[in-house]
C-alpha cells in the first residue's frame, strides 16, 4: 500500500507537532522579558532571565533547521523564511521574535468557527494587541537608559507603541536610539498593514450585508410576483366561467 513520506509530508507533519510546543515557548518568552523589562531586573535576576530566554530561543534555531532540512526546495524554503532567519541570527531583533505568539491566535482561530470574516477579525485584533505590547517592551528595553530619551516608563512606552501603531505619532514619545528606532519602523509598517485588513475586512462586510438586502428584496419581489401570477391566473379562470355561464342557459 503506498504511502506519502516525502519532505513535504515530513515538514506538515513536523509544523502540526510542534505547533503547541512552540507556541507555549513563545509565552515563556514572552513572560520571562515582560517580567525582566518591566522589573527592570539586574544582577543575577537579569542573567537568570537571559538564560531563560537564550534557551527558549534555542528551540526556535532547531526548529528553523528542521524545518528547512524537511522542506522539498530547501532554496525556494529558505527565501521564502528569510524574516525567520533575521530574527533568529541577528540580536537586535530578538524581542521581536516575541510575535511568534501570535501562532496561539491562528490556533484560537480554528476553534473559534469556520467564518471567515471571524478568523480575520480574530486574528488581526489579537495581532494588534500583541504587536502593540511587545513592541512597548521592546522600546522600553532600548530606551529607557538613553540619556534625552522621553519614554522611561512602561505607561509611556505603551503610549508610544499605540500613537506609533496608528501611524498618528503625536511626537511627545520619540526613540532616541537605533534599536528604538527600528522597532518604530517595523511597528508603522506592521499597522499599515494591519489597518489595511481592517479595512478591506470592513468593506468585505459591508458589501455582503448589500448583497444579503438584495438578495432578500429580490426574493421578496420574486414572492409578490408569483403570487400576483396566481391572482390573475384565478381572475382569468373566473371571468372564463363567467363568460361560459350564459352559454351554458341557453
Known amino acids: 500500500m503506498p504511502t506519502d513520506i516525502g519532505p513535504g509530508t515530513r515538514l506538515r507533519a513536523w ?17 520571562v522579558y515582560a517580567w525582566e523589562v518591566l522589573t ?13 530566554i537564550n534557551t527558549v530561543w534555542a528551540l526556535f534555531g532547531v ?48 476553534s473559534a468557527g469556520t467564518a471567515l470574516r471571524g478568523r ?16 512597548a517592551l521592546a522600546s522600553l528595553d532600548a530606551e529607557r537608559h538613553e540619556p534625552g530619551t522621553s519614554i522611561r516608563t512602561f505607561g509611556q512606552a505603551l503610549w508610544w507603541a499605540l500613537t506609533t501603531f496608528t501611524t498618528v505619532g503625536y511626537g511627545d514619545s520619540v526613540p532616541v536610539s537605533t534599536q528604538g528606532r527600528f522597532i518604530a519602523v517595523l511597528l508603522m509598517i506592521g499597522g499599515v498593514a494591519l489597518a489595511g485588513v481592517v479595512t478591506a475586512t470592513l468593506a468585505s462586510w459591508i458589501v455582503s450585508l448589500v448583497e444579503e438586502e438584495n438578495a432578500e428584496q429580490e426574493a421578496a419581489t420574486q414572492a409578490q410576483v408569483a403570487a400576483l401570477q396566481q391572482q390573475v391566473s384565478e381572475l382569468s379562470e373566473r371571468i372564463d366561467r363567467l363568460l361560459e355561464a350564459p352559454d351554458s342557459g341557453r
Open 15 to 31: 509544523e502540526r507537532a510542534t505547533e503547541w510546543p512552540l507556541t507555549g515557548a513563545a509565552a515563556v518568552i514572552l513572560g
Open 40 to 52: 527592570n531586573a539586574q544582577g543575577g535576576a537579569k542573567d537568570t532571565a537571559e538564560l531563560v
Open 63 to 110: 526548529d528553523y533547521l528542521v524545518r528547512l532540512a524537511l522542506a522539498p526546495s530547501r532554496g525556494h524554503w529558505f527565501l521564502h523564511h528569510l524574516p525567520d532567519l533575521g530574527i533568529i541570527a541577528l540580536p537586535f531583533l530578538r524581542p521581536l521574535r516575541l510575535l511568534r505568539l501570535v501562532t496561539l491566535v491562528s490556533v484560537i482561530q480554528r
Open 120 to 135: 480575520i477579525t480574530l486574528y488581526t485584533v489579537g495581532s494588534a494587541a500583541l504587536l502593540i505590547f511587545t513592541s
